[in-house]
């Protein structure tokens, strides 16, 4: 079972609609979680980062984290068309004594008007 | 520049023969990540540096695998006898640690023939 799980999609919503972007991980001695955005030949790019339960919002964006469940989320409002990419879910997993920020497969998200 | 730098973008190399990645990582940031990520898959750990030391080089898949940061600054990864299964891109991340928030590189698209 991979470390990091993300469900590879795709995600379909329509333009205006939530979409919820879902990750799970193993290790309950994770301290961070990251999601990125990669458009198809792009390099990721970071959209939120989360360290403590419950929800973070950054304008469109809400990530929620539930440490017990291991369990973190992503929430896009108002999604628009320029959103569709595929969502990695990062996670720092430890490693001997270091973190190590291990990534999902990702889900690709389409966003159609 | 301000971001990560990676050198080549693109590199073609035929079965055997030996390759040099490079990665210039955000001025000032300790921490330094190479990724392998192949079509359609999120990217897959493959070592870890925290300035010159390598903490973490568990995810190289073969000893044809090698990497340093023999100043803290700029990394290279190399690999021997290259395979075609090597083909993939090549994800260099640096940040100010572990923990952080990680920048990515644009890549260096590999290709064995």
């Known amino acids: 079972q991979k470390e990091v799980e993300q469900n590879s999609g795709p995600l379909s919503v329509p333009e205006g609609a939530i979409a919820s972007l879902n990750c799970t991980y193993s290790d309950r001695g994770s301290q961070s979680f990251f999601w990125y955005r990669q458009y198809s030949g792009k390099s990721p790019e970071l959209i939120m980062f989360?360290?403590?339960?419950g929800d973070k919002e950054d304008g469109r964006f809400t990530a929620q984290l539930n440490k017990a469940s291991q369990y973190v989320s992503l929430l896009i409002r108002d999604s628009q068309p320029s959103d569709s990419a595929t969502y990695l879910c990062?996670?720092?997993?430890?490693?001997?004594?270091?973190?190590?920020?291990?990534f999902g497969r990702g889900t690709s998200l389409i966003v159609h008007p | 520049g301000a971001g990560v730098s990676q050198s080549p973008r693109y590199k073609v190399a035929k079965r055997g023969q030996d390759v040099a990645l490079r990665c210039d990582p955000i001025s000032g940031h300790v921490s330094l990540f190479w990724y392998q990520q192949a079509l359609g898959q999120g990217p897959e750990f493959l070592t870890y540096f925290q300035n010159e030391a390598q903490l973490d080089k568990s995810g190289l898949p073969s000893d044809r695998f090698f990497a340093e940061r023999p100043e803290g600054s700029v990394s290279t990864l190399k690999i021997q006898r290259t395979q075609q299964e090597d083909s993939a891109v090549y994800l260099c991340?640096?940040?100010?640690?572990?923990?952080?928030?990680?920048?990515f590189g644009d890549g260096t698209r590999l290709s064995i023939l």
């Open positions: 990062a996670v720092s997993l430890t490693s001997g004594g270091s973190y190590i920020p291990t």
């Open positions: 991340a640096s940040s100010s640690d572990s923990n952080q928030p990680q920048h």
């Open positions: 989360i360290y403590s339960n």
